[in-house]
């Protein structure tokens, strides 16, 4: 029985603890970056609203699939100084703007954030950054795509 006990003791504090983990990772993320759902961004492109798209997705994949009007980076993963480079290469067009910068990335996680964050140390203002909820995978609309 007091062994029993102590298996769902262990039980309960491990699904806390994985709970917990889950819970304050999507917060963190939440507080962290901003994001564009596929809709909100498939509606700025259609209304013809202005918004600069920077794509980090590699050559293969850009080549193979892009949302219309993306600026071309291959800069992903961004985790390397040569990554940050690729960056460096369309930096002058982003700021000369104030438009909105919508990061597209393979799935919308970690080069997305690490893009966001180092444009945000070069000095664009955070209220213009935003990630694409999901990357490209996420992107369910076909006819604004180039291929």
Known sequence: MKRNLNLIAI???????VMFTGCSKEVSKDKEFKYYTAKELKDTIENEKSVMIMDIQVKKDFDKHH???AISTYAYPVKSEKDKA???NVY??????????????????????RSYKY???????EERLFILENGQSGWPFDELLEK
């Not at 444009?119 to 203002?125: Q, S």
């Open 92 to 113: 002058d067009t982003l700021k000369d703007s104030e438009d909105p910068i919508v990061i597209v990335c393979p799935r919308g996680g970690g080069g997305a954030e």
């Open 11 to 17: 039980l309960i504090l491990v699904t806390s603890i």
């Open 67 to 69: 949302i219309v009007g």
């Open 119 to 125: 444009l945000l140390e070069k000095g664009i203002k």
């Open 86 to 88: 690729k960056i460096d």
